[in-house]
Each structure stands twice: as C-alpha cells, then as structure tokens.
C-alpha cells in the first residue's frame, strides 16, 4: 500500500541537513532551499561575528594612532605661524627622527607577534617574559640611537639639504626629539605587548591623556603663555619630551598596580638569550623593513628639499595630512597582527585568514572615505596649517594626486601586518624594498630631474610605489605560505 507523503515542518528539515549524505533519501527542492538559506544565514552571522572583532580591536588602536597623528598636526599648525622655515624645520627633523627611531616601532611589532602567539597558546608566562626582555632590548638601542643621533645632528642636517634659515631650528627640535625616544622606546613595548593579548582600550586611554597634555604643553611653551618664555620651535620639541615621560609614569603605575590584561615587573628580570632570540628573529626583519623604508623616504625627502623651502613646506604640510589615512591603516595593521597571531597560536590558520580578510575589507572602506576628503576638501585642510597662497594651492594638489593611493595603502598596511602576526616578517622587508627604493626614489628622480615635474612628479612616484607594493603583498598572502612560519 502506497503511503501519503506528508509535507516536512522546518525541524524535519534542519535534521535531515543534519544527516549524513549516505544515510538520507533524496532532497525535495524545498530542503535543498531551506539548506541554502540556512548556510547563508550562518555564513552572514559569521561575517557580523568577524567584522564586530575586528572593530572592537582596531578601533581603539585606530583611535590611538590618530590621536598621534593630532599630535603631529597640531605641533606642525603651532609652529607653522611662525612661518615656512619652521615648517621645514619641524618636517626634516621629523624625517630623521622616524629614520633614527624605526627600530622602536619593529621591536614593537615582534612584542605584539610572540605575546599574540603565547596568549593564543595560553602560556601567559612566557608572553610576560617576552615582553621584558623587548623592554630591556628596545631601552638599549634608545640610548645608542640617541648618543649616535647628537653627535651627528649637523652632519644629518647638512645631508638633508637644510637650508641656513632652517637648520638652527632643526637642530634644537631634532635633539629635543631625541631625548624624548628614550622614553618612547618602553612606551612603544607596554603598549604593544597591550595589543598582544587584545587590550587595544587601555593604549587608546593612555594616548589619549597623553595627546591633549603634548598639545597644552606645546602651545604654551611656543607662544609662550601665561608667563612661560616664549620658546619657538624647541618648545615643541620639550613638549614632546614632558608627554613621553608622563605616559611612561601613567604605564609603569598601571603594570605596577597589576591591574592590566599582562603582568608585568621588573624585579628578578634575567636576560634570557633564547627569548631574545626569537624575538629578534621576527623583529630584525621588521627593524630592517622599517630601516629600509624610513631611510628611503629620508632619501625622499632631500630630493624634495631641493626645489626649495616654499616646496618642502608644501609637501610636509600635505604629507603631515595624508598621515591621518597611514595612522588609520596602520591601527588596522596592528589588529591584524593580534587577530592573526593568536589565530594562529590556537592552530586556526582559517580563522586567521577570515580575520585578515575582513579587515582589509572595513580598512578599505573606512580609507576611501578619507581619499575623498583629501580630493575634495585640499585647500580648506591646507589653510589649518598656512595663509601662504602658493602652499596652499601646491598642498591641495598633491592631496587630489594622494586620494587616489588610499585603497591602496589600507590593503598593504592590513596584510603585512597580518604577516608580521604570522612571523612572516622577511616577505614585508623584501617588498619595501623594491617599492621604496626602486619604485619611489627611482621614479622621483626620473620625474624631477628629467621631465622637471616637480611635487606633481612626487607624488605621481609615491602612488606608483603604494600601488606596486600592494601587489607583491596580495601575492604573498593569497599563497598561504606564511600560515606555516614558525616563531
């Protein structure tokens, strides 16, 4: 006798998904739809999962890059009333400090990979320990870095192509600057080591306090208010150096009250070489890439320095703007880091990967919107920092030909960062390479020195090399290779 077949309810459905394909008769149509909506809706629920992650990490590094990049704003529009040659004063200083400090910043970015790695394994001991040792490591290189960068302040100035108005200036502000990376050096391994084990707040909290005291300090010693002397371009320069060491005091109380995500103390530290090891084994790479691509925009720089002070001034104002779009990138580059490391130390390569992708999409969305500031608003964000016509009008050109490179960069930042979270750190040294000093340099100097293009030929070569890079390092992710490095 035949029997009536009866129409499924959703419970019937669901369990046949949930059957073995062997063990189950053929699927109606409706089961095969239901199945699909399903896995859709699962699918679509995964993606909000990643994407609330990777918000809830980034945001408030974003926010604390950003809150830096303010920083820099705001020193560059204070002193930029005193006029051009204190713009250019404050730039090329700037340039040599970033070239002279770049090993921070690596020995930053090999904290956060093995404390990332060690959380995601649950050995919380040894992301202490490691985060001690790049303490002690990162404070010696300070202090050679700074004898070094004292002794050789006028040889640096004179290889910058400062010009006689502005080296004075440089001078005082480089050094001040100098001191104040003493501090800076712990300062960049308490907040990365913060990063490591997925407190992004508290570096975000820290900075900010420290960003609204440097902006008071620096606009009262420059102008010289309330009584205070009057002290130009060097009072920004002492303003840096009061904000570092206050935000070292407000990190050392809080590691010292045991009231953060990492335990941390000094008391019975021993040097312990094979730790040393491994973290120098993903931060020298990230150190040389650093070195590589800040001695490659000092480079840069000097060839900019030749069209002259009113050129230089434009460029830096521009570029000091454009900063806000690196800063962004670079606080998706440092969730990245995090989310791929401990991904990676639970032996979820997948999850890894899911965690990357999804950033660069939010990192690319949230960087076009800035590109199109930059194309659209030029003149009215130059004007923050000047009254001179022609700055303004060159500063608003180079940011139409900037706004262009954004996609670009928000892709490059989020996947190296993501390859320095896996301890594929030598890949990013590579590409920085060939798109720094082949690309941009190379390109530069064709477009200025042979088809006399000026900024326009500039910036034509910095958007060749963001976008050449880019490539290498898609490339370099979509092979997979990197899921299997091991720190």
């Not at 035949?2 to 699927?27: D, F, Y």
């Not at 050129?311 to 440092?334: C, E, K, P, R, W």
Request: aromatic share 10%.
């Amino acid at each position: 006798m035949q029997q009536k077949q009866e129409n499924p309810n959703p419970a019937q459905l669901l369990g046949c998904l949930a059957q073995p394909a062997g063990g189950s008769s053929l699927e109606q149509p409706g089961d095969i739809a239901l199945g699909a909506t399903a896995r859709e809706a699962g699918a679509g629920q995964e993606r909000r999962r990643l994407a609330r992650e990777v918000m809830e990490l980034s945001g408030p590094a974003i926010g604390e890059q950003l809150l830096w990049t303010a920083v820099q704003m705001t020193a560059l529009i204070i002193v930029g009333r005193l006029g051009p040659e204190a713009i250019a004063a404050v730039g090329v200083s700037n340039q040599l400090n970033w070239l002279l400090t770049s090993g921070f910043f690596a020995l930053g970015s090999g904290t956060t990979t093995l404390v990332s790695r060690f959380i995601g394994s649950g050995d919380r001991a040894l992301a202490y320990e490691a985060t001690r040792q790049a303490i002690v490591v990162a404070l010696g290189v300070a202090i050679l870095v700074v004898a070094c960068g004292f002794v050789l302040t006028p040889q640096l100035l004179w290889f910058m192509g400062a010009a006689p108005d502005v080296s004075p200036l440089a001078s005082q502000y480089l050094r001040l600057s100098l001191v104040a990376s003493l501090f800076l050096s712990i300062n960049t391994c308490y907040a990365a080591a913060l990063r490591g084990s997925g407190d992004t707040k508290t570096p975000f909290k820290v900075g900010l306090a420290g960003a609204l005291f440097n902006i008071l300090v620096m606009w009262l010693l420059v102008y010289g208010r309330f009584g205070l002397p009057q002290m130009g371009v060097a009072g920004a320069g002492l303003g840096l150096i009061i904000s570092y060491a206050l935000i070292f005091g407000v990190y050392s109380g809080l590691f010292a009250r045991d009231r953060l995500a990492i335990r941390l103390s000094m008391l019975g530290y021993r040097f312990d070489t094979a730790l040393v090891r491994r973290l120098l084994a993903v931060g020298l790479p990230a150190a040389l890439e650093q070195l590589l691509m800040s001695g490659g925009m000092t480079v840069f720089a000097r060839l900019v320095m030749s069209l002259g002070t009113i050129a230089y001034a434009s460029h830096q104002v521009s570029a000091n703007i454009t900063s806000l779009s690196y800063m962004t990138g670079m606080g998706f580059s440092m969730a990245a880091t995090t989310l791929v490391g401990r991904s990676l130390g639970e032996d979820r390569p997948d999850r890894a990967e899911a965690y990357a992708r999804m950033t660069q999409r939010i990192g690319i969305l949230m960087m076009s919107a800035l590109a199109a500031g930059f194309f659209l608003l030029g003149p009215i964000l130059v004007r923050f920092y000047t009254d001179e016509a022609e700055i303004i009008q060159q500063g608003a050109m180079i940011l139409k030909i900037a706004a262009f490179a954004q996609p670009a960069i928000a892709s490059y930042s989020i996947l190296a960062g993501a390859l320095r979270g896996a301890g594929d750190t030598r890949y990013p040294l590579y590409i920085t390479f060939a798109g720094i000093w082949t690309m941009r340099i190379g390109t530069a100097y064709v477009l200025v020195n042979t088809f006399h293009m000026g900024l326009t030929g500039v910036w034509l070569a910095v958007n060749l090399d963001q976008w050449v890079r880019t490539l290498l390092v898609m490339l370099r992710f979509g092979s997979g290779r990197w899921k299997t490095v091991r720190v």
